[in-house]
T-cell receptor, first 111, second 113 residues
């Protein structure tokens, strides 16, 4: 079944550095979303990018989408300790009402 | 204060027991979802509902049941038929089911005694 796969599985960086995580998927999509999950909590929506968009920004977040490669990347600039969380991509499955979530990237930002 | 709430935060189930997880939203959203998350894993869809009195099976519906009698409420029952219920359960809602941002509750952690 269609699934977003995040890469890397885990990432550890120093505060102030940039963090980049990637998501690959298998079939065509209408849109792709990124979510953040703090340990033991619910998911928080970060950004949605549609299939006809190539790049989107929100504060310190930059998301790119390459539909030819079926991949997306999330860049967090000037990371902070509070950015420590798991990040998931979710892709829609056209013709269904489902989103498929990947297994996530665990980001740790060291102060 | 608008949002989506889940209760309880922790729930313990005995062998052979059915338990019900609560999910309530006051966002006036039509669509609601239940997901299961296992340690280190992504989310898997259990059930979803597009509108009141309608719901559809997701990818892992066996051993679970739901109801949608009110727009704001979408309770999930974990039945005794679910042999491995220990997981983190997340409820979400969206304005509609098609291509919309999902808003998540804080989750319920279910443990088996």
């Amino acid at each position: 079944s269609q699934q977003g796969e995040e890469d890397p599985q885990a990432l550890s960086i120093q505060e102030g550095e940039n963090a980049t995580m990637n998501c690959s998927y298998k079939t065509s999509i209408n849109n792709l979303q990124w979510y953040r999950q703090n340990s033991g909590r619910g998911l928080v929506h970060l950004i949605l990018i549609r299939s006809n968009e190539r790049e989107k920004h929100s504060g310190r977040l930059r998301v790119t989408l390459d539909t030819s490669k079926k991949s997306s990347s999330l860049l967090i600039t000037a990371s902070r300790a509070a950015d420590t969380a798991s990040y998931f991509c979710a892709t829609d499955a056209p013709g269904t009402y489902k989103y498929i979530f990947g297994t996530g990237t665990r980001l740790k930002v060291l102060a | 204060d608008g949002g989506i709430t889940q209760s309880p935060k922790y729930l313990f189930r005995k062998e052979g027991q059915n338990v019900t997880l609560s999910c309530e939203q006051n966002l006036n959203h039509d669509a609601m979802y239940w997901y299961r998350q296992d340690p280190g894993q992504g989310l898997r869809l259990i059930y979803y509902s597009q509108i009141v009195n309608d719901f559809q099976k997701g990818d892992i519906a066996e051993g679970y049941s739901v109801s949608r009698e009110k727009k704001e409420s979408f309770p999930l029952t974990v039945t005794s038929a679910q042999k491995n219920p220990t997981a983190f359960y997340l409820c979400a809602s969206s304005i509609r089911t098609d291509q919309e941002t999902q808003y998540f509750g804080p989750g319920t952690r279910l443990l088996v005694l």
